[in-house]
């Protein structure tokens, strides 16, 4: 049998939109990366989903904002399917919330 691969573990991103400092997610990225995580992940949802009630900053641009102060994590988005309709309401909102919060 073969050597096994090394554990890697990855952890979420922060995306609430508890307050008005983008700095807290790439302050959360950078510790992970420190910390050793091998990834960092997001969620993308849909109105009405699981985690539609939920203001969220949007996954992808969050991803792209914490790979500008990262080097090693790898980088994911965890996609939650719902129907089509629901998502392009829902991603026009989360987009002008992501970019406000991310703009300062």
């Known amino acids: 049998m073969g050597a096994a691969s ?10 609430n939109l508890t307050g ?8 959360y990225a950078k510790r992970a990366e420190a ?3 091998a990834g960092l992940w997001t969620l993308d949802s849909a109105l009405g989903g ?7 900053l949007d996954g992808l641009h969050l991803l792209s904002h ?5 080097e090693t994590p790898r980088l ?3 996609v939650i399917v719902r129907g089509a309709a629901s ?3 829902s991603r026009a909102s ?11």
């Open 6 to 15: 090394p554990l890697r573990l990855s952890v979420g991103l922060p995306q």
């Open 20 to 27: 008005d400092d983008p700095r807290v997610a790439a302050a």
């Open 35 to 37: 910390l050793g995580f």
């Open 50 to 56: 699981p985690t539609g009630h939920t203001p969220l």
């Open 66 to 70: 914490v790979a500008a102060v990262t």
């Open 76 to 78: 994911g988005v965890a």
């Open 87 to 89: 998502r392009r309401c």
């Open 94 to 104: 989360s987009r002008r919330s992501t970019a406000s919060a991310a703009g300062g």
